[in-house]
T-cell receptor, first 111, second 114 residues
């Protein structure tokens, strides 16, 4: 089955700087890669996703890039703000198979 | 509350107790999931149901028993649990399994096994 690895496990950045979280996946047939954000004490929520026919997708300050050849994808957050502090999970899915989540990255924005 | 609801929000139980967690989704979705969230494994899939049929059992011990009477309700029956089963149990739903659907999570049940 699919295996998704996520790095780093913790990340601290100064407010206003950029943050990058990277994930790798094992199954080259995977074609859907969402990112979920979980704020402290709250439920995970989808923030952005990308499909395998696209190399990059942006939504305001967040972007996701996908390198199918290398089987990795990354989340980029620019101009970070305190409300970006949360745990971020990447995931990969192939067709109607289950969604496999990474182990999470705890992002802390330092004011 | 709309979306995905879970009850109870907190549960403390002894190792010999039997209890059930309930999940309800008001989104008209066909797939429902149980996840376990702990410090060791941040988001661990337990069970998947699609159109009330179980499609995934991720090697979960038999002391956890899921039930899906219809597409809107999902239960997790607990019995003779161990302290290491203490965790946040999250329910989620999605329109279907295929097609890259967003999963909508409930608020979770914080379970403590004493």
């Amino acid at each position: 089955g699919e295996n998704v690895e996520q790095h780093p496990s913790t990340l601290s950045v100064q407010e206003g700087d950029s943050a990058v979280i990277k994930c790798t996946y094992s199954d080259s047939a995977s074609n859907y890669f969402p990112w979920y954000k979980q704020e402290l004490g709250k439920r995970p929520q989808l923030i952005i996703d990308i499909r395998s026919n696209v190399g990059e997708k942006k939504d305001q300050r967040i972007a996701v890039t996908l390198n199918k050849t290398a089987k990795h994808f990354s989340l980029h957050i620019t101009e970070t703000q305190p409300e970006d502090s949360a745990v971020y999970f990447c995931a990969g899915q192939m067709g109607n198979e289950k969604l496999t989540f990474g182990t999470g990255t705890r992002l802390t924005i330092i004011p | 509350e709309t979306g995905v609801t879970q009850t109870p929000r907190h549960l403390v139980m002894g190792m010999t107790n039997k209890k059930s967690l309930k999940c309800e989704q008001h989104l008209g979705h066909n797939a429902m999931y149980w996840y376990k969230q702990s410090a060791k494994k941040p988001l661990e899939l337990m069970f998947v149901y699609n159109f009330k049929e179980q499609t995934e059992n991720n090697s979960v011990p038999s002391r956890f028993s899921p039930e899906c009477p219809n597409s809107s309700h999902l239960f997790l029956h607990l019995h003779t649990l161990q302290p290491e089963d203490s965790a946040l149990y999250l329910c989620a739903s999605s329109p279907g399994l295929a097609g890259s659907y967003e999963q909508y999570f409930g608020p979770g049940t914080r379970l403590t096994v004493t």
